[in-house]
Protein backbone atom coordinates (compact mmCIF):
# COMPACT_ATOMS: atom_id res chain seq x y z
CA UNK A 1 0.00 0.00 0.00
CA UNK A 2 2.69 2.41 1.10
CA UNK A 3 4.74 1.45 -2.40
CA UNK A 4 1.07 2.42 -4.43
CA UNK A 5 -0.64 5.41 -2.36
CA UNK A 6 3.30 6.92 -0.22
CA UNK A 7 3.43 8.59 2.79
CA UNK A 8 1.80 11.56 3.92
CA UNK A 9 2.91 11.71 7.46
CA UNK A 10 5.56 10.35 9.62
CA UNK A 11 5.88 10.67 12.95
CA UNK A 12 9.02 11.23 15.29
CA UNK A 13 9.60 10.63 19.27
CA UNK A 14 12.60 12.40 20.86
CA UNK A 15 13.19 11.56 24.82
CA UNK A 16 15.42 11.57 27.40
CA UNK A 17 16.84 15.50 26.68
CA UNK A 18 17.52 16.61 30.11
CA UNK A 19 20.52 18.04 30.26
CA UNK A 20 21.40 18.30 34.40
CA UNK A 21 24.26 21.45 33.91
CA UNK A 22 21.36 24.01 31.81
CA UNK A 23 20.96 26.97 33.53
CA UNK A 24 17.91 29.00 32.66
CA UNK A 25 18.73 32.69 31.79
CA UNK A 26 15.71 35.15 33.20
CA UNK A 27 14.97 37.96 31.52
CA UNK A 28 14.79 41.12 34.34
CA UNK A 29 11.75 42.83 33.09
CA UNK A 30 11.93 45.66 35.64
CA UNK A 31 12.72 49.56 33.81
CA UNK A 32 15.56 50.13 36.03
CA UNK A 33 17.54 47.00 34.60
CA UNK A 34 17.82 47.80 31.10
CA UNK A 35 21.40 46.91 31.05
CA UNK A 36 20.35 43.71 32.68
CA UNK A 37 18.18 43.30 30.37
CA UNK A 38 20.78 43.86 27.18
CA UNK A 39 23.15 41.44 28.76
CA UNK A 40 20.33 38.48 28.75
CA UNK A 41 19.71 39.00 25.07
CA UNK A 42 23.40 39.17 24.68
CA UNK A 43 23.45 35.82 26.52
CA UNK A 44 21.31 34.30 24.65
CA UNK A 45 22.41 35.15 21.48
CA UNK A 46 25.81 34.49 22.24
CA UNK A 47 24.89 30.55 23.28
CA UNK A 48 22.24 29.84 20.63
CA UNK A 49 23.00 32.14 17.48
CA UNK A 50 21.66 35.67 16.61
CA UNK A 51 18.36 34.23 15.36
CA UNK A 52 17.71 32.98 18.94
CA UNK A 53 15.82 35.76 19.66
CA UNK A 54 13.72 38.27 17.59
CA UNK A 55 10.81 40.63 17.69
CA UNK A 56 7.47 38.75 17.59
CA UNK A 57 5.96 41.08 14.27
CA UNK A 58 9.20 39.30 12.36
CA UNK A 59 8.10 35.92 13.09
CA UNK A 60 7.27 34.18 9.97
CA UNK A 61 8.12 37.17 7.25
CA UNK A 62 10.70 37.18 5.08
CA UNK A 63 14.03 37.90 6.49
CA UNK A 64 15.64 39.33 3.60
CA UNK A 65 19.27 39.27 2.15
CA UNK A 66 21.39 37.45 4.85
CA UNK A 67 25.18 37.77 4.96
CA UNK A 68 27.32 35.34 6.74
CA UNK A 69 29.47 36.86 9.87
CA UNK A 70 32.97 36.26 9.54
CA UNK A 71 35.27 35.34 13.20
CA UNK A 72 36.59 38.35 14.63
Not at 20 to 29: E, I, N, S, W, Y
Not at 30 to 57: C, K, Y
Request: glycine share 12%.
Amino acid sequence: MIEHQGLTLIGVAVGNLDDDGATQLTLPFQRHHGDALDAALDDVRERFGPSAITRAVLLGGDTGLSVPLLPD
